[in-house]
């Protein structure tokens, strides 16, 4: 069972950035980022395969950059310019083969951390 625990989350002024951080205790083949907002279905944010190719959606393209660190077992996902619309629980997320963001493919999930963007 992989374990992930996402952090950096919390409130940010419109137009600021924040830096969210997934530790986890093993990182696989695939690693994603996915927001959850209230009333809104789950949507997945960008996602970064081991040899380093990414995949953004159009949400937050332009204004966010994944990256991994294996060696130390963290994801990362930088967020500039954000918008109120940007206000939802971020999840890290893990899967073993492919590299998409299709949810229903990863297999272990973190609990999420909280970003609040005021307008």
């Known amino acids: 069972q992989v374990h992930l625990e996402e952090s950096g989350g919390g409130p940010v002024e419109s137009g600021g950035s924040l830096r969210l951080v997934c530790t986890a205790s093993e990182m696989t083949y695939c690693m994603g980022w996915f927001r959850k907002a209230p009333g809104k279905e789950r949507e997945g944010v960008a996602a970064?395969?081991?040899?380093?190719?990414?995949q953004y959606r159009n949400v937050m393209k332009g204004r966010s950059t994944i990256s991994r660190d294996d060696a130390k077992k963290e994801l990362y996902l930088e967020m500039n310019t954000l918008k109120p619309d940007d206000t939802a629980e971020y999840y890290c997320?893990?899967?073993?083969?492919?590299?998409?963001?299709?949810?229903?493919?990863?297999?272990?999930w973190g609990k999420g951390t909280q970003v609040t963007v005021g307008a």
């Open positions: 997320a893990a899967r073993y083969n492919r590299c998409d963001l299709t949810a229903q493919r990863y297999n272990h």
């Open positions: 970064i395969a081991i040899d380093g190719r990414t």
